[in-house]
């Protein structure tokens, strides 16, 4: 796929095909897609824990909030939900660069699971406290995100931004999400 579609193709998924689950297999190429992605000093601090199918994956996800603004949906429902979950760890004192690291290191992933057809939520609003302690978090670290994964199983599209500013997304009637994006006019401010 030519990169561009392939960036396109990588919104956000939150309804997954919870009868064909990932595999430890593949969520350790997803990784390893992130293992070699840039680093600030090439530090390399992020560490991964990776949760397949089963109790602990169920468990994570009754920890995590999505799509805080479809208040209607309440989902994902049984039969939609994520079969396999990512977290990244990061230093608790780390440095601020490491935030940097973060977001290449999550959209590397959510990219390479695009390319597979499989579905990607980076997830920042779940039980802080309760989700290190059910993985087992390391002393010292701190999970900054988690990513629910599984195979895709909602279409999903970029939309222009409407003419009343609002960038929230939204399902149609079929069920499509839609996400607007700003037209690149708008976020390139200076040319020279
Ligand atoms: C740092 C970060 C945190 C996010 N946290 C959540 C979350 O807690 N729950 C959720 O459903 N989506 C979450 N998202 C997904 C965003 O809602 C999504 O990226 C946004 O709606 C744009 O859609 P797109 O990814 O398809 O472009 C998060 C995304 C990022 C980058």
Wanted: charged share 25%; aromatic share 8%; with cysteine.
């Amino acid at each position: 796929m030519d990169f561009k579609e392939l960036v396109k193709a990588a919104r956000t998924c939150r309804r997954f095909e919870e009868n064909q689950p990932l595999t430890m297999a593949d969520l350790e190429w997803l990784t390893d897609c992130a293992r070699m992605t840039p680093s600030a000093r090439n530090a390399q601090e992020l560490r991964f824990i990776l949760v397949g199918p089963g109790e602990t994956c169920r468990k994570l996800f009754s920890l995590t909030r999505w799509a805080g603004a479809l208040k209607d949906w309440g989902g994902p429902h049984p039969g939609e939900r994520p079969t396999a979950f990512i977290a990244v760890l990061v230093p608790e004192n780390g440095k601020e660069l490491v935030c940097y690291d973060t977001g290449i290191a999550c959209q590397t992933i959510q990219l390479a699971a695009t390319s597979r057809g499989w579905g990607c939520c980076i997830i920042q609003v779940f039980d802080h406290k309760a989700v290190p302690e059910l993985l087992g978090a390391p002393d010292g670290m701190k999970i900054a995100l988690v990513l629910g994964l599984g195979v895709a199983r909602e279409k999903r599209a970029l939309a222009p931004v409407p003419a009343d500013g609002s960038l929230s997304y939204w399902r149609d009637e079929e069920g499509v999400h839609h996400v607007p994006k700003r037209p690149l006019n708008e976020i390139v401010i200076k040319r020279f």
